[in-house]
């Protein structure tokens, strides 16, 4: 095949986007060409695409990408060509973060993931043969490209039937609220659950903490009525409108008691996260998952938070094994119980301006480009 394909390209970090040629580098031995059918729109590409989270101009973003198997480097043995695969972010395979289950904290995950370069220092992608190198492989996959070369370790195999578009976002913003609950707080039966933020990483948050885990209270806190109204829907028994004063002391009464046993905080604003941990009762704990970027910080009261036992906890990826994560959150979606096709509205990805507005101010909660 050509090893010319079509990508949506930052040229400079002002949160503009052009459809331009781009040239593949040749494939590796740890790498997978994949023809991408579709990629999720995550806030971190919008992020990145700023300054706001690490980048540079010249870069192919996108990291929730799902396509067909086109090729395998010599070193990759866990698909082959004419596999549907989902992807997700890349890690070394090597570190004890990696090995002990818990890829999603690899010691060079920054590096990995936002450097746009592969491990080596190479290009996968080029402006031409033997021309400048473009930022790229990022979280992997550079999924905002028809054909891309991703690295193994975030390729995961689908059955064939699977809905690669339904299912692209799995690989970061789905797996992250749901991993929240399920993994990095690990909600109880019967608990309560603050949710602070329901665009689409709050609401696999709350579909995770009310559908999966069967918390007894699950509150949506949001600045947009229309987004609580859907949280509803979707497992909240309550919802918050964000700006009001007194939200803590309404999750205190809705919860009848000190605060929620556990929250978790979506959006990455200082304000929120410091409503957040003050909204917890004793042994409450909380996480964020909402990336602000660097040198943004929350101040928290030591004695109330030594007096109350409570904890306040990172989390990235939802501390997933994409390759064991996201095919169980397909089989909660077959189940009913992680309804993501409520709330993704489709896109070409010639209409990526469009897509890009509409996230920005919210008449699409999850927007997936397709090819």
């Known amino acids: 095949m050509s090893r010319t394909t079509t990508a949506l390209v930052a040229p400079e970090l002002n949160g503009k986007f052009e459809l331009r040629e781009v040239y593949l580098d040749a494939l590796q031995a740890d790498e997978v060409l994949v023809e991408i059918q579709a990629s999720g729109l995550c806030h971190t590409d919008l992020s990145c695409a700023v300054g ?108 064939a039937e699977t809905d690669l578009a339904l299912y692209a976002p799995l690989g970061c913003g789905m797996q992250t609220g749901a991993g929240a609950v399920l993994n990095s707080l690990n909600v109880k039966e019967g608990s309560t659950v603050a949710v602070f933020g329901v665009g689409s990483v709050g609401m696999a948050a709350v579909m995770a903490a009310a559908k999966i885990r069967k918390a007894r209270i699950v509150i949506a806190v949001d600045l947009q009525q229309s987004r609580l109204d859907l949280a509803k829907e979707l497992g909240a028994t309550h919802g918050v409108l964000g700006n009001a004063k007194d939200v803590v002391q309404q999750i205190r009464d809705i919860c009848q008691s000190n605060g929620c046993d556990y929250a978790v905080d979506a959006t990455g604003v200082p ?95 999850k927007a997936v480009l397709k090819w």
Request: net charge neutral.
């Open 52 to 159: 706001i989270l690490p980048c540079r101009p010249n870069a192919v973003l996108g990291h929730e990408g799902g396509g067909v198997v086109v090729q395998t480097g010599s070193a990759v043995s866990h698909v082959q060509p004419g596999d549907k695969v989902l992807l997700s972010f890349t890690h070394c395979e090597t570190c004890a973060a990696c090995t002990s289950g818990h890829p999603a904290y690899c010691h060079t995950f920054n590096d990995r993931n936002f450097g746009g370069a592969r491990p080596d220092g190479s290009s996968a992608m080029l402006t031409k043969p033997g021309g400048e190198p473009i930022y790229s492989t990022f979280f992997g996959q550079s999924s905002f490209a028809r054909h891309s070369l991703v690295h193994r370790s975030s390729v995961v195999r689908v059955p």
């Open 271 to 365: 304000s929120v996260i410091k409503t957040m941990i003050d909204s917890l009762g004793t042994l409450g704990r909380a996480s964020t998952v909402g990336a602000p970027g660097p040198g943004n910080n929350v101040a928290v009261d030591i004695m109330d938070h030594l007096t109350y036992g409570k904890e306040y906890v990172g989390c990235c990826e939802g501390d997933s094994l994409p390759k064991e994560f996201v095919p169980y959150l397909i089989e909660q979606h077959q189940k009913g119980n992680f309804p993501l096709d409520r709330f993704i509205k489709y896109y070409d990805f010639k209409d990526y301006e469009k897509a890009i507005e509409d996230s920005k101010t919210g008449s699409a909660i």
